[in-house]
């Protein structure tokens, strides 16, 4: 007996269903090898010194330039915008653009000169960044520094929006003149659950400890400069710049009881309470930084930021060609000092967002 020939729309749908299922079995298999490859560092781990830096302590009544500058992964310059900020860009360079930015990234910190600098969003073996080693770039450029690098995000695969981010493994990086006895990676508290989390990053502080010269600081010997380089949370509903602002608060205060000189730098996402931003006003629709209230913390913190030009410019088009006022500025790089450290400067250096969609941020200050 004949077989009855299977109707048309039949083979559509049981070909539609295969092919629906084929990708929901995909993902949930790219799902489970990102749950088990997850990045997960423990709350405390040291992190590697390398290099070698030519001093081996810092003096009381010494200047000092601390350098702060997220250097938008060499891959965010002035032709870029960026999906999570309002624009259309996922992959945002070619690798010719990376490394012109690197290199524009580089003179700079070359002609700055700084004796610390703190930076942020640097790519180590990521594909957004054609999987440049950015801090091997930055170490070797920096000739007697001490390096510190402390990975803040870090997935095989982030397979959002489209196309893809991909692969991605970066972090924090602290160069120095000045010889770090010991580096620790802090973990920050993470706002995101599974598996929102799988695809975001695992923010930290890197804390490095430099020896005070205990001869020319009245006998007080044991006293630290303590470097903290952070990059709070950008995209959370705020509950996560809280908590992680309070993390911060606690330690920074754990240190001045010790007495020690303390500079925390880098990228907060927050604007100062006690900074005007006046001159860089709300523009609806575009990404807005948090508030860090100045007032939660004891009388032994400075909070410095400088508004004489933006640290941030938005990300929803590029910056090359385009008109300079329709973009939102931002305040949002910048410094926590302890009150025995004086402030001589602070700057920031204003260099039309050509290399990040952020200016370095250079303070001048004496250790007292």
């Known amino acids: 007996m004949r077989k009855k020939k299977m109707p048309l729309w039949k083979v559509l749908v049981r070909c ?105 969003e640097v790519d180590v073996n990521s594909g957004r960044s054609s999987h440049i080693d950015e801090s091997a770039l930055i170490s070797d450029n920096q000739e007697l520094r001490q390096s510190s690098f402390a990975a803040n995000y870090r997935s095989l695969f982030i397979p959002y929006p489209i196309p893809p981010i991909g692969k991605v493994n970066a972090g924090i990086q602290t160069i120095s003149k000045y010889t770090a006895i010991s580096s620790e990676r802090i973990q920050l508290p993470c706002p995101f659950r599974w598996p929102l989390r799988l695809g975001n990053l695992k923010r930290c502080l890197m804390i490095n400890r430099i020896p005070v010269d205990a001869d020319a600081s009245e006998g007080q010997s044991g006293r630290e400069l303590v470097l903290i380089n952070l990059h709070l949370e950008a995209y959370d509903s705020g509950e996560g710049k809280a908590a992680q602002t309070q993390m911060l608060k606690d330690i920074l205060e754990e240190e001045s009881a010790k007495g020690n000189y303390v500079i925390a730098g880098g990228d907060f996402n927050q604007t100062f309470s006690n900074t005007d931003i006046s001159m860089y006003p709300f523009q609806e629709g575009k990404w807005q930084s948090g508030m860090l209230d100045t007032e939660q913390f004891s009388g032994n913190w400075k909070f410095i930021m400088d508004n004489t030009a933006p640290s941030c410019r938005s990300l929803d088009q590029p910056y090359a060609g385009a008109d300079p006022e329709t973009f939102q500025y931002y305040m949002i790089d910048g410094f926590i000092v302890s009150s025995n450290i004086r402030i001589d400067s602070c700057e920031t250096q204003d260099l039309g967002f050509i290399c990040s969609d952020h200016n370095p941020v250079m303070l001048r200050v004496t250790l007292e």
């Open 16 to 120: 539609i269903a295969l092919v629906i299922l084929c990708v929901v079995v995909a993902f949930a298999a790219l799902l489970a090898v990102l749950t088990i490859t997850e990045y997960k560092p423990d709350d405390i781990e040291p992190v590697a010194l390398t290099g070698e830096a030519p001093v081996e302590s810092v003096i009381p009544g010494q200047v000092l330039s601390v350098l702060t500058w997220n250097i938008g992964y060499g891959a965010l310059g002035d032709n870029a915008d960026f999906f999570m900020d309002g624009g259309s860009m996922v992959r945002t360079a070619d690798e010719g653009r990376v490394r012109q930015n690197m290199e524009g990234i580089l003179t700079t910190l070359n002609e700055l000169d700084p004796d610390i600098a703190l930076l942020q």
